[in-house]
């Protein structure tokens, strides 16, 4: 079975500093896609980034890094130089590949950036 | 590029009470899912349609859930009749066609936000 554990519930930090979102999975697949999304009050997901479990380059996009280390299971986001818009609820999933395409979502974890 | 749209936005309803909701996806999105996001969780899939057929409604509780995406476009959850635990935020997505063994990305739409009083 799937699952994604993200430790962390909540994270308060001030603005600037940078911070990082813990995300541990299990799958028994062995290609599978990793994905971050982030939930902002008005409730909406929104896409923040797809990894393929074949491609454990790192990437940068912004002040937004992703760390994939499959010899520890993790997936993990950093927010550098963070900012009050970046308070949110973020969400780490899983999907299997060429299957259902159902993303298991971890509990989230609740970043609040006080100015 | 209009996104997945959803209504309403809100509903509260007494237990017992039915309840149902819309969504639309993206145009041209032949899969479409509905999730339920319980308060301080991850959301879960309840069920995935491809056009008008459920492909994967396996964790949808039949008893008192029904679905249905007639012409393979728009699609209405219901419950009948609501219990409280049935409070939480119903979330639908949607995702174009997606070729072999590749992924294709799932737009959220905004939920509905059900209380079950």
């Known amino acids: 079975a799937q699952k994604v554990t993200q430790a962390q519930t909540e994270i308060s930090v001030v603005e600037k500093e940078d911070v990082t979102l813990d995300c541990v999975y299990e799958t028994r697949d062995t290609t599978y896609y990793l994905f971050w999304y982030k939930q902002p009050p008005s409730g909406e997901l929104v896409f923040l980034i797809r990894r393929n479990s074949f491609d454990e380059q790192n990437e940068i996009s912004g002040r937004y890094s992703w760390n994939f280390q499959k010899s520890t299971s993790s997936f993990n986001f950093t927010i550098t130089a963070s900012q009050v818009v970046d308070s949110a609820v973020y969400f780490c999933?899983?999907?299997?590949?060429?299957?259902?395409?159902?993303?298991?979502f971890g509990k989230g974890t609740k970043l609040t950036v006080n100015p | 590029e209009a996104g997945v749209v959803q209504s309403p936005r809100y509903k509260i309803i007494e237990k017992k009470q039915p309840v149902a909701f819309w969504c639309n996806p993206i145009s041209g999105h032949n899969t479409l899912y509905w999730y339920r996001q319980n308060l301080g969780q991850g959301p879960e899939l309840l069920i995935r349609y491809e056009n008008e057929e459920a492909v994967d409604d396996s964790q949808l509780p039949k008893d008192r859930f029904s679905a249905e995406r007639l012409k393979g476009v728009d699609s209405t959850l219901k419950i009948q009749p609501a219990e409280l635990g049935d409070s939480a935020v119903y979330l639908c997505?949607?995702?174009?066609?997606?070729?072999?063994?590749?992924?294709?990305?799932?737009?959220f739409g905004p939920g509905t936000r059900l209380t079950v009083l």
């Open positions: 999933a899983l999907s299997e590949v060429g299957g259902s395409e159902k993303l298991v």
């Open positions: 997505a949607s995702s174009p066609r997606a070729a072999q063994n590749s992924y294709n990305e799932q737009f």
